[in-house]
């Protein structure tokens, strides 16, 4: 037998207790045409450095894709708002279904074991894809006029923030309409019953 040495013991469980793990995501639903916010929770996720020379390498950092039994669909990483506990990530337009969320650190993907303690499709590392949370114009009027023309949209729509001006929308959701176009043109929100911006 060999004898031990306390530095080799020391890298193998610093290497072992440092693998990153998933723990849970917010929200677990959201809209089919993309764009929901995704914070996945959990350590051992890539931290942003102030310089590194891997930086341009498309492995470097966190990688999170969306999994279904039918498809598999990234999920684009927000780097400045990651850390070492915490991934923020878009999703993109995918089918409804169910999608169970996959993290590559630095190019190695984490495995299935570490993912929600090895219960990959439990409710607390699952997404949904539902129409109810998926925004839709039901109606536009007047259907034409000329340049200068007040619109009205109506449909289910989620916020009543335009811009950044505000954080939060009057349901307490902290989503926002960053701009609108109509025909190619921007168009100024205006807010109801007011020629106020």
């Not at 469980?13 to 916010?37: E, F, M, Q």
């Not at 999994?67 to 506990?85: A, F, I, M, R, Y």
């Not at 001006?165 to 009057?170: D, F, K, V």
């Not at 921007?186 to 911006?197: H, N």
Request: net charge positive; aromatic share 10%; with cysteine.
């Amino acid at each position: 037998m060999f004898p031990l040495n306390p530095s080799v013991l020391f890298l193998a469980l610093w290497c072992c207790c440092s693998a990153g793990r998933v723990d849970n995501l917010l929200p677990h639903i959201g809209s089919y045409n993309g764009g929901t916010k995704i914070t996945i929770f959990g350590a051992g996720f890539a931290q942003k450095k102030p310089f590194s020379l891997s930086q341009t390498d498309e492995n470097y950092g966190n990688q999170v894709r969306l999994v279904s039994d039918h498809l598999s669909v990234p999920c684009d990483v927000e780097k400045d708002s990651t850390h070492g506990t915490m991934i923020h990530c878009y999703t993109r337009p995918m089918p409804r279904d169910q999608y169970v969320v996959e993290v590559s650190v630095d190019g190695v993907s984490l495995p299935d074991s570490s993912i929600c303690r090895g219960r990959i499709k439990s409710y607390h590392c699952s997404f949904y894809t539902v129409w109810y949370r998926t925004p839709t114009i039901s109606e536009l009027s007047p259907s034409s006029g000329p340049p200068g023309t007040l619109l009205t949209l109506r449909g289910r729509i989620f916020t009543d923030v335009y811009g950044s001006h505000r954080g939060i929308s009057s349901n307490g959701r902290n989503t926002k309409l960053l701009r609108v176009y109509v025909a190619g043109m921007p168009c100024e929100m205006l807010k109801p019953q007011s020629d106020e911006l």
